[in-house]
T-cell receptor
Framework: AQSVTQLDSHVSVSEGTPVLLRCNYS??????LFWYVQHPNKGLQLLLK??????LVKGINGFEAEFKKSETSFHLTKPSAHMSDAAEYFC????????FGAGTRLTVKP | ETGVTQTPRHLVMGMTNKKSLKCEQH?????MYWYKQSAKKPLELMFV???????ENNSVPSRFSPECPNSSHLFLHLHTLQPEDSALYLC??????????????FGPGTRLTVL
């Protein structure tokens, strides 16, 4: 059975510093993996997805994620945080049923 | 209108009321979904429709009744709800049933408060 674990419920960074949001997954098959972002009172927006092509995936707003099969991880990174990045981030595994992580709240301090 | 729209955006109802949530997708997709998002809990899939037929119902109480009259519209009819049903209800659509790699597109949600 598939599952996804977001290792931090809350991450706080200063503006201009790197962002790392961690996600581990388990799956019986070769899954697809997604990161979604949810700003307050908004729906979920797709940031990026991995579908067995390049292991380093680039998304919108400067985010990227690396698929590491040996570590069953799909961590989300950004070199320099911006205030507008403050939101809830969800890691999702699909094989093909979609399973959502519990979310990581990113706070960006001025 | 583009993408996935939901109305109303906010709804307050008493436990004896009957109300409906509406979702419309303008993407030409064939599959639609209802999710419940409660504080401190992962997103919960409630219903899945493909080509207007319900294909999944994740043990949702009967006080929630979905309806999919065509591939562009999805409703969630609510009656005799409980305070614990207060949550953000999200609608999503995808090109077809979740094939590996096929992402879902989400609406902005309806914030429901049950008094």
């Amino acid at each position: 059975a598939q599952s996804v674990t977001q290792l931090d419920s809350h991450v706080s960074v200063s503006e201009g510093t790197p962002v790392l949001l961690r996600c581990n997954y388990s799956s019986s098959y070769s899954p697809s993996l997604f990161w979604y972002v949810q700003h307050p009172n908004k729906g979920l927006q797709l940031l990026l997805k991995y579908t067995s092509a390049a292991t380093l995936v680039k998304g919108i707003n400067g985010f990227e994620a690396e698929f590491k099969k040996s570590e069953t991880s799909f961590h989300l990174t950004k070199p320099s945080a911006h205030m507008s990045d403050a939101a809830e981030y969800f890691c999702v595994v699909s094989d093909p049923d979609m399973r959502f992580g519990a979310g990581t709240r990113l706070t960006v301090k001025p | 209108e583009t993408g996935v729209t939901q109305t109303p955006r906010h709804l307050v109802m008493g436990m004896t009321n009957k109300k409906s949530l509406k979702c419309e997708q303008h993407l030409g997709h064939n599959a639609m979904y209802w999710y419940k998002q409660s504080a401190k809990k992962p997103l919960e899939l409630m219903f899945v429709y493909s080509l207007e037929e319900r294909v999944e119902n994740n043990s949702v109480p009967s006080r929630f009744s979905p309806e999919c009259p065509n591939s562009s519209h999805l409703f969630l009819h609510l009656h005799t709800l409980q305070p614990e049903d207060s949550a953000l209800y999200l609608c999503a659509s995808s090109q077809d049933l979740t094939v590996t790699g096929r992402e879902q597109f989400f609406g902005p949600g309806t914030r429901l408060t049950v008094l």
